[in-house]
């Protein structure tokens, strides 16, 4: 595993060794001093390292072939990260002190994805017209997040470019949205279309498959249930979300939701319990693996989804609600079971053909209408939430709503 190769059956070369990538991102990370405030021409600058294997006065020998790294406006990321409360420290804890979890390829696109050994940050590969627009992208976006601490968009905390044997491969840092350590019973990628959005049979067949539209309409067609409050401040959120999504006519993209099943969980651990009894006699003795994690402990780094739609400032407290310290919102299903939901809106980055002409400002992507036909993104975006506030969230009446906020 440790030699760093190309996948052969992609035309783009695939990066399967992510050492020298983690190599790269911690020390152009860890090494970057320059402390005080942005600028807007910061956006446009790249750093590059070169990591010869011998090693230099700055960077460690290694053993992998020479590779040359680039790091995308590094002033303004640390910036972002310091938006929400992500130290440099921490940061390099979570990408570098153990190997980054590769988690296969979810996506149709062929990008590859990564996982934190602690569950806090995702690393894609982007294709370069990808990475171009999210740098072009930046300027607006941090704006928006510094202005609404609100937002369910990605969280992009770092873009780097690893140029190996000729090869460039870009990768992005992002927010992970579903915590491995929360078992999720299902999970849905939601567009609110209804053409070919159906989980594939080898997708289906997967431990944990993500499942589309037409699959949750089929499992789930009374929705999920949310207090009047979650309701409304999802709403927002969202909308608030796509209208910025809009201004760049940016379309495509997707809710990721992890549903969590608390009665489900309950039951199924009843049951073990039981078993336990049964084959021991009076002696409960529970495995420890199957003793109920305690989780008061985890404080995570990204704001949880429940901060994302509640937030009242980008910095929220770290110490979480004792409850449910991985911060899911509160849902039933139509059976009265109590849920835990986890989401956000994902790969926004996609490109238009047309955007490739899109060379200079980011502001020709909002200005020049010709480049992509005004109508579509806002039909995308009218399409999205009527989808998601019409099928798959509903609103419990007010009444029923208080009713079940006085039980509690
Ligand atoms: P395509 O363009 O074909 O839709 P892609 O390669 O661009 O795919 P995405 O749509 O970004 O990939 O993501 C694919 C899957 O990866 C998602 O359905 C989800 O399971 C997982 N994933 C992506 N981003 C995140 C995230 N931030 N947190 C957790 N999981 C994620
Ligand atoms: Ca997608
Ligand atoms: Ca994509």
Not at 326 to 353: E, F, M, R
């Amino acid at each position: 595993h440790n030699n760093m190769g190309w996948g052969a059956e992609s035309s783009a070369p695939v990066l399967t060794d992510d050492v020298s990538l983690q190599l790269g991102i911690t020390h152009s990370v860890g090494s970057h001093t320059v402390d005080r405030d942005v600028l807007l021409q910061d956006f446009e600058v790249i750093e590059t390292i070169a990591f010869p294997k011998a090693g230099t006065t700055l960077t460690p020998h290694h053993t992998f072939d020479d590779f040359r790294f680039k790091s995308y406006a590094p002033l303004a990321f640390r910036y972002f990260r310091d938006i929400f409360n992500i130290s440099t420290e921490d940061f390099l804890h979570s990408i570098g002190a153990r190997s980054l979890i590769p988690i296969g390829n979810p996506g149709a696109s062929g990008s590859c994805f990564w996982i934190t050994h602690d569950d806090e940050f995702i690393v894609k590969t982007v294709q370069q017209k990808e990475a171009s627009f999210l740098t072009k992208l930046l300027p607006a976006y941090f704006m928006a997040v510094h202005q609404n601490p609100k937002t369910l968009l990605p969280k992009f905390y770092g873009l780097f470019n690893i140029n190996i044997g000729g090869h460039n491969i870009r990768v992005c840092v992002m927010n992970n949205l579903l915590p491995r350590r929360v078992k999720m019973h299902q999970k849905y990628d939601l567009k609110g279309s209804t053409f070919k959005r159906k989980a594939s049979k080898s997708e289906r067949e997967k431990k944990s498959p993500t499942f589309k539209d037409l699959d949750f309409v089929d499992f789930l067609p009374d929705g999920i249930k949310l207090e009047f409050e979650y309701y409304e401040a999802l709403k927002h959120t969202i909308q608030a979300d796509t209208r910025l999504l809009h201004s760049f006519k940016i379309m495509d993209y997707s809710l990721l939701l992890g549903i969590h099943n608390e009665t489900l969980e309950a039951e199924s651990r009843d049951k073990e319990e039981k078993q336990s009894i049964d084959s021991e006699g009076s002696t409960v003795t529970l495995r420890g693996s199957k003793k109920p994690r305690d989780r008061s402990k985890h404080i995570s780094l990204n704001p949880t989804t429940l901060q994302n739609i509640l937030a009242k400032s980008t910095r929220p407290e770290r110490f979480q609600i004792a409850a449910d310290p991985w911060g899911g919102i509160p849902a039933t299903n139509s059976n009265g079971d109590k849920l835990k939901i986890y989401l956000g809106i994902i790969d926004i980055l996609q490109c238009y053909k047309t955007m490739k002409k899109l060379e200079h400002a980011w502001k020709a992507i909002i200005y020049d209408g010709k480049t992509v036909s005004v109508h579509r993104p806002g039909f995308y975006k009218k399409r999205f939430e009527s989808f998601l506030f019409g099928t798959v969230f509903r609103n419990l009446p007010m009444t029923e709503s208080l009713r079940r906020l006085n039980e509690k």
